[in-house]
């Protein structure tokens, strides 16, 4: 499955394996950055960020269930208070997974069209398979119909690293999609890096344009996918693109940091999570990063 893909931003026929496109899909002539739909900026305890857990975790910190998953919901979580600490400005939000939580995000509607999240991450240790950095999606622990993606790290094949994007769509049961894209080399060819260390404050942007299609794979084989198009920056600067699955954003989606429905929970700071229910530019992207760092 885990094959380069077609690109359908310039042409059908070209691998996007072997090129790095930048993210031009809309007005670039200006690089101010337009406000975001939703600024949680944790300096302090917000009724919209809660904290979440997984009903039947595992001492591993793991939910033993990978069919379909368990919902992180705040029901289970309540005896955890969320921390706030010393952030990259002002606090920020610290996970420290002592009793397997997350965070969610509450009350986020981006609509299905394009759309931006940024935000800084210090992670306290390093990172694990699959460990979760931000996950979203709609109809999540549905097996048959299922759309997510997850900002994650993975090495368990030749490239990866993190911030690795996986996705995963699914409707019906039928058109099973899993397309991934990692950090690319200045040839445009995925290679393992890793942005997100021990102790270290990093600004990771994704950007996912709905309006740009993307292809995984080859046209005709297994694991073929045509979907959108994502690009993802490390301060500021491209560091991957590559193809999103289908229908991942609506109004329904959960919102969440630092955990998803299977995995180890993430265990570190997050600060300035912003959103935008628009698709921003590369030039927007260093802007922001400029304007934060």
């Known amino acids: 499955m885990f094959k380069k893909f077609l690109s359908g931003v310039l042409a059908a026929a070209l691998l996007l394996g072997g090129a790095t496109y930048a993210n031009t899909t809309t007005a670039d002539a200006a690089a101010k950055v337009p406000a975001p739909k939703y600024n949680f900026n944790m300096d302090k305890a917000n009724k919209n960020v809660v904290a979440v857990a997984r009903k039947g975790d595992t001492t591993s910190y ?15 979580a309540k005896k955890v208070k969320l921390k706030y600490v010393k952030g990259k400005k002002g606090k920020a939000l610290y996970l420290d997974r002592s009793s397997s939580y997350g965070a969610e995000l509450k009350n986020v509607k981006l ?73 690319q080399d200045a040839d445009g060819n995925w ?76 265990k570190g700071c997050y600060d300035e999570v912003k959103l935008w229910n628009k698709a921003l530019t590369d030039k927007q992207v260093a802007a922001l990063y400029k304007s934060e760092k």
């Open 191 to 266: 290679v393992e890096k890793t942005a997100i260390t021990k102790g270290k404050w990093v600004h990771i942007t994704l950007v996912v344009d709905t309006k740009d299609t993307c292809e995984y794979g080859e046209k005709g084989a297994d694991g073929y996918v045509k979907g959108h198009h994502g690009w993802t920056y490390v301060n500021g600067e491209l560091y991957g693109n590559g193809t999103v699955a289908n229908k991942t954003m609506t109004n329904s989606n959960r919102f969440y940091l630092g955990i998803n429905a299977w995995d180890i929970p993430f």
């Open 62 to 76: 793991t939910t033993g269930n990978t069919e379909t998953g368990v919902l992180p919901e705040a029901s289970q």
């Open 111 to 183: 609509g299905t069209g394009p759309w931006t999240i940024s935000f800084w991450v210090k992670a306290d240790n390093s990172m694990s398979n699959f460990m979760t950095i931000f996950f979203t999606g709609n109809k999540i622990t549905d097996p048959k119909n299922t759309h997510w993606v997850s900002i994650t790290h993975r090495t368990d094949h030749d490239n990866g690293g993190d911030p690795y994007i996986w996705s995963h769509g699914i409707t019906g049961g039928k058109n099973d999609e899993f397309p991934w894209y990692c950090a």
